[in-house]
């Protein structure tokens, strides 16, 4: 008999602090290096399983503070969920899901609204959201930062390496990705090498 698929949407902004740590201090500054002088001053991140939105909103707050000029970023977000892509557009959180957000990011980002708060406009038109089946290719190419965390754990493991080889090739040379910190790709065959940055651990694919 089949195995009932269990399907967590559970989210919530910045959560664990050490990747956002390491985005800030570690691969922007390095992608930053990497790509100066570059015809693009653009930085590509795609949240895949991006649940109802607080990953994605979380990492458009964080670059909005730190991104130097002349850099933009451009977000992409998906989901095989429609009902969590419909609360991620709309970017309405109640008061307990916001509860621990700096006060200057609820200031800054952030339109009071009845029993919550709504992501301001200008960060919400920063992202993208899209439906997507991380067992399908997204088409999405050239990448510099993918987030996929806490999704490939719900992935069936027979499909889990071609998961792994389809985020790769959306990546573009010398890039990064983040998945959960209980999400390992030891043992699988895959060319993304393992980092130990100071603030957590992620991947990078460098050819
Ligand atoms: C636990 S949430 C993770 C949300 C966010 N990445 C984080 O770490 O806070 C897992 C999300 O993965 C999505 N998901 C599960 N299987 C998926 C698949 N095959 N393709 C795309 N998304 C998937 C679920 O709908 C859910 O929203």
Request: glycine share 6%.
């Amino acid at each position: 008999m089949a195995e009932p698929v269990f399907l967590s949407n559970l989210t919530r902004f910045f959560r664990n602090q050490a990747h956002f740590d390491a985005l800030e201090h570690y691969v922007i500054p390095a992608l930053i290096r990497l790509r100066e002088g570059g015809p693009d001053n653009t930085i590509k991140i795609w949240s895949a399983g991006c649940s109802t939105g607080e990953e994605p909103y979380a990492i458009a707050m964080l670059l909005s503070e730190v991104l130097p000029a002349p850099w933009k970023f451009e977000i992409i977000a998906s989901d095989i969920s429609p009902e969590c892509l419909s609360a991620a557009r709309e970017g309405f959180y109640a008061d307990s899901r916001i509860a621990g957000l700096p006060d200057r990011y609820l200031k800054k980002y952030f339109d009071k609204a009845e029993g919550g708060c709504r992501v301001r406009a200008d960060i919400r038109s920063a992202i993208r959201f899209a439906r997507h089946d991380l067992k399908n290719d997204a088409g999405l190419r050239g990448m510099d930062i993918v987030f996929c965390r806490n999704v490939i754990l719900y992935v069936d493991e027979a499909a889990r390496a071609a998961v792994v080889s389809r985020l790769w090739d959306s990546m573009a040379a010398k890039s990064f990705l983040f998945i959960g910190h209980s999400e390992t790709l030891f043992g699988m065959d895959t060319k993304f090498e393992f980092l130990k940055t100071e603030w957590a651990p992620l991947y990078r694919k460098f050819i």
